[in-house]
């Protein structure tokens, strides 16, 4: 089965802290993206993490791919206001020839002053 | 350089009705996904297609239906509304094996 799980779901936390949110999927792939959503919005692609060991820094934002382990990051370092969003983990998997992508349950980020 | 447009962006169904929900891409891609987004979780995939003429069932295939009869569109069918198809609709393109893929704005539709 097909499966992304990402933790927290709901991350309340103070503006300058620094936090983590955590991606797992249930079968080997090599291509993770991040994205953002806003209330209302569509999805802002925000990182595409394409190999073992893949690191992207954005900001205050930085993403992770350890494809042995399954398991992408997403780290917030000294959070802004302006960063609360639901962040949402997806993986492509190739089943069949077919590539689909599959994304995780969303984690809703709220950063308060 | 419209990307992936959806039509409607909203809109609101008796139950039983039935509607077909939009979506054209202009990238030339060879893949097309819908998904739908219930309140407060995550994107669930309802078919995709990997060419025109060629599609497939995702994780929630159930009362919908799908065509691809050129590269551009790739429309949703609702047959019989119902209270649980209340959603947001997206629709996304893809290349196989390319680095991205493209959303468009989403359809918010109620069934009531």
């Known amino acids: 089965e097909l499966k992304v799980e990402q933790n927290p779901l709901f991350l309340s936390m103070q503006e300058g802290k620094n936090y983590t949110i955590y991606c797992n999927y249930s079968?080997?792939?090599?291509?993770l993206y991040w994205y953002r959503q806003d209330p209302g919005k569509s999805l802002e692609s925000l990182f595409v993490?394409?190999?073992?060991?893949a690191v992207k820094q954005e900001g205050r934002l930085m993403a992770s791919l350890d494809t042995k382990a399954r398991l992408s990051t997403l780290h917030i370092t000294a959070a802004v206001h302006d960063l609360s969003a639901t962040y949402f983990c997806?993986?492509?998997?190739?089943?069949?020839?077919?590539?689909?992508?599959?994304f995780g349950q969303g984690t809703r980020l709220t950063i308060n002053p | 350089n419209a990307g992936v447009t959806q039509t409607p962006k909203f809109r609101i169904l008796k139950i039983g009705q039935s509607m077909t929900l939009q979506c054209t891409q202009d990238m030339n891609h060879n893949y097309m996904y819908w998904y739908r987004q219930d309140p407060g979780m995550g994107l669930k995939l309802i078919y995709y297609s990997v060419g025109a003429g060629i599609t497939d069932k995702g994780e929630v295939p159930n009362g919908y239906n799908v065509s691809r009869s050129t590269t551009e569109d790739f429309p949703l069918r609702l047959e019989l509304a119902a209270p649980s198809q209340t959603s947001v609709y997206f629709c996304?393109?893809?290349?196989?094996?390319?680095?991205?893929?493209?959303f468009g704005s989403g359809t918010r539709l109620t069934v009531v």
């Open positions: 996304a393109s893809s290349f196989f094996g390319s680095r991205g893929y493209t």
């Open positions: 993490l394409l190999s073992n060991g």
């Open positions: 079968t080997t792939s090599d291509r």
């Open positions: 997806a993986v492509d998997f190739i089943i069949q020839g077919a590539q689909k992508l599959v």
